[in-house]
C-alpha cells in the first residue's frame, strides 16, 4: 500500500512496513520500470495541460484541465518500440494537440533521421500527429517534423527533407511545400497575427532569417549578411524581429540532401581537455524591421569567453517580452543568468543575481514573466544540488523562488490565464512525477502518483548525502553518497561519472531520462552492498562558470580520481573493491581512470564512451557497451578500443554490443540489458 501526499512542497510518503520485503530486496525491473514524464506544455489561453510519459517503453500523451486537472490517457501506443514523441504543443483554443512520433531528437546529429530500436523489418516513419484534446483517435498529418500550430489554430507548418510544409490542423486536405529553398530550413515562428512565417535558412557557410507569406509573394530575407543568423522571435505587433547573429563558419560538412552546411557548433573538447583551446564564440542580438527589411545591432556581447554563446540548456533563450524588452540567458557575471534589454537599445539588466543557474526557461503568454528552474533555495547548502521552480519579471531584477524544501522541481509550464503552474517533482526515493501549484496558494498537488507501479521500492530507496570534498587543485567538488545501512564492516565502493559532460547530479531522482536511469543503477547498487558515489566534476553545469569551463587542463580526470580517493580514505570502504563506471563523456573520462589509475580502480564499465587512452597501463576488468546507432559517440570509437584490446592481449575484457539502438536507449528493454550487464560486471569483479 502506497500513498503519496503533497503538502505545500513536501513529499510525504506513508507505506506499510514489510519485513519479508525488506529481506528480499528489490529486482532491477522494479526500480527502472517507473513512469518518467517530459515535454510538459500548455494551451497559450485558458489551462490546460498536455505531457508525454514514458512507462517501460511505452510512450503516451497525457492531458490535464482545469478545473479538476485530472490527468487522462490521450494515446494508446502500447509496444515498446523506441519511437519517442516530441515537438508536442496545444493549439491556442484548447481543442488540438500536435506531436511527432518518431526519431531520436537527443543526439548530436541525425536528429530527423530514424531510429529503429526494435529491429522491426521495416523502418518506422517520423510523423506529425494531432488529436483533439478532449479525447479521440490520433490523426497522421504527414511524414516530417518540428510541428508549429498557427496562432488561428488552424494550420501546422513542419519541416520535411529540410524544407517547409504546410497542412489543415484537422488533416481533412493533404499536406502541401511551401518554401523550397536552397539550404535546409528550420526554427519555424509564427507572426503573432498568424499571417507570416519566419524560418532560419541554413546555407554552407553562412544562414539567414527568411520569411514566408504566401505562394505569390517572394521569400523575405531578413538583413542578410556574412554571418550566421538564428534564433528568430517576433514583436508582440508583429512588426518586428529579434535574432541571433554570429560570425560565419569555415568548416563545411555534407547532409543528407547533399547540399554542403557549415557546422556552426565548436569543435567537442575531448574529456582530457579543457577550454584553455576552446575559441571564444562572439554572438550579438540583432532587431529588423519586417517591412524593409533593415537590420541593426542592439547589443554585442564582450568577445571574452565570458561573453561566448552559453552551454546550458536553451543556449541565449533568446524571447522578444513584453513592454518591448528582448530577454536572454549570457555567464557575463559567470552564471548562466537571465537578462533583459530595451529593444530600442541601452545596457543589459540583470534580472537573475545570485550563485545559481537558470534553465528550463518559458516566457509566459503574457510576455511578462519569465518561469524557470533553478539551483537556489533557502538551504543555501544544500540547493545548489537541487532543482527548485522560480520566475522573474521581464523589466525588474530579483527572482522568486516559488518551491522549497527537500525535493527537486522541474520543467516549469505556465498556463495561458497565468494562473496555475504545472511541473514535474522528484524526491530522493520517489522518481519524477507531473504536478500542478495554483499560483495563488503556492501548494504542490501531484497528479500523477497513481501512475507509480505496486511493486516499485519506494520505501527501500536510500536517500544519497551531499559530500563536498577537495580536488589536489583545492577545487571544492560536490558529489552524492549512496549507502546501504548495514552489511559488511568493509564494502566495495563504485565512482559514478556522469555524461554531458554539461551535466549536475542531484540530491534525487533527475529530471532527464538519460540520468533517471543512472539514479536508478546507483539506488539498485547500493541496494546490493556497493557504496556509490555520484561526482560532479568540472565542465559539469550548477557551480559557475570557472567550474563549468575550466582553465587547468585535465581538471575534469582530477576531480573524478579525487573522488576515488575520497572513498579510499573512508573506513567502511575496502579500498582493493572500488570500481568507476559511466556512460557518454562518463565513459570516456571511465576510459581515462582504468588507463592511468588500475591501481585504484580495480574494475570499470565503459557505456559509449570515447576513449583515445594508451593500455600500457590499463590492467583493471573491463566491459564496454555501445549501441550501433549512436549519434553522439561513434560505434566506431567501441570498435576501436576492443581490437587494441584484442592486440594488446587484454588479460579481462567483456563487451555488449545493443543493435540498432541510439546513445540515449531507446528501447525500455535494453535500458535493462544494459543495466544488468553494468551490475552483474561489477558484482562479479568487486563483490568477493
Given at each position: 500500500?502506497?500513498?503519496?501526499?503533497?503538502?505545500?512542497?513536501?513529499?510525504?510518503?506513508?507505506?506499510?512496513?514489510?519485513?519479508?520485503?525488506?529481506?528480499?530486496?528489490?529486482?532491477?525491473?522494479?526500480?527502472?520500470?517507473?513512469?518518467?514524464?517530459?515535454?510538459?506544455?500548455?494551451?497559450?489561453?485558458?489551462?490546460?495541460?498536455?505531457?508525454?510519459?514514458?512507462?517501460?517503453?511505452?510512450?503516451n500523451i497525457y492531458v490535464a484541465g482545469g478545473p479538476t486537472f485530472i490527468l487522462h490517457k490521450l494515446t494508446n501506443y502500447q509496444q515498446d518500440?523506441?519511437?519517442?514523441?516530441?515537438?508536442?504543443?496545444?493549439?491556442?483554443?484548447?481543442?488540438?494537440?500536435?506531436?511527432?512520433?518518431?526519431?531520436?531528437?537527443?543526439?548530436?546529429?541525425?536528429?530527423?533521421?530514424?531510429?529503429?530500436?526494435?529491429?522491426?523489418?521495416?523502418?518506422?516513419?517520423?510523423?506529425?500527429?494531432?488529436?483533439?484534446?478532449?479525447?479521440?483517435?490520433?490523426?497522421?498529418?504527414?511524414?516530417?517534423?518540428?510541428?508549429?500550430?498557427?496562432?488561428?489554430?488552424?494550420?501546422?507548418?513542419?519541416?520535411?527533407?529540410?524544407?517547409?510544409?504546410?497542412?489543415?490542423?484537422?488533416?481533412?486536405?493533404?499536406?502541401?511545400?511551401?518554401?523550397?529553398?536552397?539550404?535546409?530550413?528550420?526554427?519555424?515562428?509564427?507572426?503573432?497575427?498568424?499571417?507570416?512565417?519566419?524560418?532560419?535558412?541554413?546555407?554552407?557557410?553562412?544562414?539567414?532569417?527568411?520569411?514566408?507569406?504566401?505562394?505569390?509573394?517572394?521569400?523575405?530575407?531578413?538583413?542578410?549578411?556574412?554571418?550566421?543568423?538564428?534564433?528568430?522571435?517576433?514583436?508582440?505587433?508583429?512588426?518586428?524581429?529579434?535574432?541571433?547573429?554570429?560570425?560565419?563558419?569555415?568548416?563545411?560538412?555534407?547532409?543528407?540532401?547533399?547540399?554542403?552546411?557549415?557546422?556552426?557548433?565548436?569543435?567537442?573538447?575531448?574529456?582530457?581537455?579543457?577550454?584553455?583551446?576552446?575559441?571564444?564564440?562572439?554572438?550579438?542580438?540583432?532587431?529588423?524591421?519586417?517591412?524593409?527589411?533593415?537590420?541593426?545591432?542592439?547589443?554585442?556581447?564582450?568577445?571574452?569567453?565570458?561573453?561566448?554563446?552559453?552551454?546550458?540548456?536553451?543556449?541565449?533563450?533568446?524571447?522578444?517580452?513584453?513592454?518591448?524588452?528582448?530577454?536572454?540567458?549570457?555567464?557575463?557575471?559567470?552564471?548562466?543568468?537571465?537578462?533583459?534589454?530595451?529593444?530600442?537599445?541601452?545596457?543589459?539588466?540583470?534580472?537573475?543575481?545570485?550563485?545559481?543557474?537558470?534553465?528550463?526557461?518559458?516566457?509566459?503568454?503574457?510576455?511578462?514573466?519569465?518561469?524557470?528552474?533553478?539551483?537556489?533555495?533557502?538551504?543555501?547548502?544544500?540547493?545548489?544540488?537541487?532543482?527548485?521552480?522560480?520566475?522573474v519579471a521581464v523589466d525588474k531584477p530579483g527572482a522568486e523562488v516559488l518551491t522549497t524544501g527537500n525535493n527537486l522541481e522541474t520543467y516549469p509550464?505556465?498556463?495561458?490565464?497565468?494562473?496555475?503552474?504545472?511541473?514535474?517533482?522528484?524526491?530522493?526515493?520517489?522518481?519524477?512525477?507531473?504536478?500542478?501549484?495554483?499560483?495563488?496558494?503556492?501548494?504542490?498537488?501531484?497528479?500523477?502518483?497513481?501512475?507509480?507501479?505496486?511493486?516499485?521500492?519506494?520505501?527501500?530507496?536510500?536517500?544519497?548525502?551531499?559530500?563536498?570534498?577537495?580536488?589536489?587543485?583545492?577545487?571544492?567538488?560536490?558529489?552524492?553518497?549512496?549507502?546501504?545501512?548495514?552489511?559488511?564492516?568493509?564494502?566495495?565502493?563504485?565512482?559514478?561519472?556522469?555524461?554531458?559532460?554539461?551535466?549536475?547530479?542531484?540530491?534525487?531522482?533527475?529530471?532527464?531520462?538519460?540520468?533517471?536511469?543512472?539514479?536508478?543503477?546507483?539506488?539498485?547498487?547500493?541496494?546490493?552492498?556497493?557504496?556509490?558515489?555520484?561526482?560532479?566534476?568540472?565542465?559539469?553545469?550548477?557551480?559557475?562558470?570557472?567550474?563549468?569551463?575550466?582553465?587547468?587542463?585535465?581538471?575534469?580526470?582530477?576531480?573524478?580520481?579525487?573522488?576515488?580517493?575520497?572513498?579510499?580514505?573512508?573506513?567502511?570502504?575496502?579500498?582493493?573493491?572500488?570500481?568507476?563506471?559511466?556512460?557518454?563523456?562518463?565513459?570516456?573520462?571511465?576510459?581515462?581512470?582504468?588507463?592511468?589509475?588500475?591501481?585504484?580502480?580495480?574494475?570499470?564499465?565503459?557505456?559509449?564512451?570515447?576513449?583515445?587512452?594508451?593500455?600500457?597501463?590499463?590492467?583493471?576488468?573491463?566491459?564496454?557497451?555501445?549501441?550501433?546507432?549512436?549519434?553522439?559517440?561513434?560505434?566506431?570509437?567501441?570498435?576501436?578500443?576492443?581490437?587494441?584490446?584484442?592486440?594488446?592481449?587484454?588479460?579481462?575484457?567483456?563487451?555488449?554490443?545493443?543493435?540498432?539502438?541510439?546513445?540515449?536507449?531507446?528501447?525500455?528493454?535494453?535500458?535493462?540489458?544494459?543495466?544488468?550487464?553494468?551490475?552483474?560486471?561489477?558484482?562479479?569483479?568487486?563483490?568477493?
Amino acid at each position: 500500500m502506497k500513498k503519496l501526499i503533497i503538502y505545500g512542497v513536501v513529499l510525504i510518503v506513508s507505506l506499510l512496513k514489510n519485513p519479508v520485503l525488506f529481506a528480499q530486496g528489490y529486482s532491477m525491473e522494479d526500480v527502472v520500470n517507473y513512469p518518467f514524464p517530459r515535454d510538459v506544455t500548455s494551451a497559450s489561453t485558458g489551462a490546460k495541460f498536455a505531457m508525454t510519459i514514458q512507462e517501460q517503453g511505452r510512450r503516451n500523451i497525457y492531458v490535464a484541465g482545469g478545473p479538476t486537472f485530472i490527468l487522462h490517457k490521450l494515446t494508446n501506443y502500447q509496444q515498446d518500440d523506441g519511437q519517442e514523441i516530441t515537438s508536442l504543443s496545444i493549439s491556442a483554443n484548447g481543442k488540438w494537440v500536435v506531436y511527432v512520433r518518431g526519431g531520436e531528437h537527443s543526439g548530436n546529429r541525425d536528429r530527423s533521421r530514424v531510429v529503429n530500436a526494435a529491429s522491426a523489418p521495416v523502418l518506422p516513419l517520423i510523423q506529425v500527429w494531432c488529436v483533439p484534446f478532449a479525447g479521440g483517435v490520433p490523426k497522421l498529418l504527414s511524414e516530417g517534423d518540428y510541428p508549429v500550430i498557427s496562432p488561428g489554430s488552424d494550420r501546422v507548418a513542419f519541416i520535411k527533407d529540410g524544407q517547409i510544409w504546410m497542412v489543415p490542423i484537422n488533416g481533412l486536405k493533404p499536406a502541401g511545400l511551401v518554401v523550397n529553398a536552397y539550404g535546409e530550413s528550420s526554427d519555424l515562428q509564427w507572426s503573432p497575427d498568424g499571417l507570416k512565417l519566419a524560418f532560419v535558412s541554413n546555407r554552407t557557410d553562412h544562414s539567414f532569417i527568411g520569411i514566408y507569406k504566401n505562394s505569390l509573394t517572394p521569400i523575405k530575407w531578413v538583413a542578410p549578411s556574412f554571418s550566421k543568423d538564428v534564433s528568430p522571435r517576433w514583436s508582440p505587433d508583429g512588426k518586428r524581429i529579434a535574432f541571433i547573429r554570429t560570425p560565419g563558419s569555415d568548416a563545411v560538412a555534407p547532409t543528407r540532401q547533399g547540399a554542403n552546411v557549415a557546422s556552426n557548433t565548436p569543435p567537442a573538447a575531448t574529456p582530457q581537455s579543457t577550454n584553455s583551446a576552446a575559441r571564444i564564440q562572439p554572438w550579438a542580438i540583432w532587431i529588423a524591421d519586417v517591412t524593409t527589411d533593415d537590420g541593426s545591432l542592439l547589443w554585442k556581447s564582450p568577445e571574452t569567453m565570458l561573453g561566448s554563446i552559453p552551454t546550458t540548456d536553451g543556449a541565449t533563450n533568446l524571447n522578444w517580452a513584453a513592454g518591448n524588452r528582448i530577454v536572454f540567458v549570457s555567464y557575463l557575471d559567470g552564471w548562466p543568468h537571465l537578462y533583459s534589454i530595451n529593444s530600442t537599445g541601452g545596457t543589459p539588466l540583470l534580472l537573475t543575481p545570485g550563485n545559481f543557474m537558470a534553465e528550463e526557461i518559458r516566457l509566459s503568454d503574457d510576455g511578462k514573466w519569465l518561469v524557470f528552474s533553478a539551483n537556489t533555495g533557502p538551504d543555501q547548502q544544500l540547493d545548489i544540488d537541487r532543482r527548485h521552480i522560480a520566475r522573474v519579471a521581464v523589466d525588474k531584477p530579483g527572482a522568486e523562488v516559488l518551491t522549497t524544501g527537500n525535493n527537486l522541481e522541474t520543467y516549469p509550464a505556465l498556463s495561458g490565464d497565468g494562473t496555475i503552474m504545472a511541473m514535474f517533482v522528484a524526491g530522493t526515493q520517489c522518481p519524477l512525477l507531473p504536478a500542478i501549484m495554483p499560483l495563488a496558494t503556492k501548494k504542490i498537488k501531484l497528479i500523477g502518483a497513481h501512475l507509480l507501479p505496486a511493486k516499485f521500492p519506494l520505501n527501500q530507496m536510500v536517500i544519497p548525502k551531499q559530500v563536498v570534498y577537495q580536488s589536489p587543485d583545492g577545487t571544492m567538488v560536490h558529489a552524492q553518497l549512496f549507502e546501504s545501512v548495514g552489511g559488511k564492516v568493509k564494502k566495495p565502493a563504485i565512482v559514478y561519472v556522469h555524461g554531458g559532460p554539461q551535466r549536475q547530479m542531484l540530491l534525487g531522482w533527475h529530471h532527464m531520462d538519460y540520468y533517471a536511469v543512472d539514479y536508478a543503477m546507483n539506488q539498485y547498487l547500493a541496494s546490493r552492498g556497493f557504496v556509490v558515489l555520484a561526482v560532479n566534476y568540472r565542465q559539469g553545469i550548477g557551480y559557475g562558470y570557472d567550474f563549468h569551463k575550466p582553465v587547468k587542463p585535465g581538471a575534469n580526470y582530477m576531480d573524478v580520481k579525487a573522488g576515488g580517493t575520497w572513498l579510499a580514505t573512508q573506513p567502511w570502504v575496502d579500498t582493493a573493491r572500488i570500481g568507476i563506471y559511466g556512460g557518454s563523456a562518463g565513459g570516456a573520462l571511465t576510459a581515462s581512470a582504468l588507463a592511468r589509475d588500475s591501481k585504484l580502480f580495480k574494475a570499470g564499465v565503459i557505456i559509449h564512451g570515447n576513449t583515445p587512452e594508451p593500455l600500457d597501463a590499463w590492467t583493471s576488468p573491463t566491459l564496454v557497451i555501445h549501441g550501433d546507432d549512436d549519434r553522439n559517440v561513434a560505434f566506431s570509437a567501441g570498435v576501436s578500443l576492443i581490437k587494441r584490446f584484442e592486440i594488446k592481449g587484454s588479460s579481462y575484457f567483456e563487451y555488449l554490443v545493443i543493435p540498432d539502438d541510439s546513445h540515449h536507449w531507446m528501447k525500455h528493454e535494453n535500458v535493462l540489458k544494459v543495466n544488468k550487464a553494468v551490475a552483474a560486471f561489477l558484482t562479479k569483479q568487486l563483490m568477493k
